[in-house]
C-alpha cells in the first residue's frame, strides 16, 4: 500500500500545509469538505489545493518525510515545491483529467 506525503495550500498560496495519508484523492476530498471549518488547520486556513506530494511504500519513511519537512523553514519548503511545480499549479483531477501538466495524481483505485 502506497503512503504519500503531501503540500496543500490556500487559494491565495499563503499558508502550506503538510500532511500523510495512504489515499490522496481521498484526502484532498476531506480537506475540501473541512475548508472554513475550524476542526482542523488545513480546514480554517482553506488548504485544499494540492501543490505537490511524495510516494512512499513504508509508512514510517512516509511519517519521517513528513517530519523532516515540517521542520523546515518556509522557503525551503517553497523550493522543494518549486523544483517539481514550478508554477505552483494546483493538482487536483480536473473533471475528467488526472493530471495538470505531466504531474499524474494515482488514481483511487
Known sequence: MPYYVYITTNPAKTVL??????????????????????QTFAGRYFCYNLLYFEEY???KAAIE??????????AKKEALIASDNSDWLFLQPQKTQ???????????G
Open 65 to 74: 518525510r513528513e517530519k523532516e519537512l515540517k521542520g523546515w523553514r518556509r
Open 98 to 108: 488526472d493530471c495538470i501538466g505531466d504531474k499524474v495524481l494515482p488514481s483511487s
Open 17 to 38: 500545509y503538510i500532511g500523510i495519508t495512504n489515499s490522496l484523492l481521498q484526502r484532498m476530498a476531506q480537506h475540501y469538505s473541512n475548508r472554513g471549518t475550524n
Open 57 to 59: 511504500s513504508d509508512s
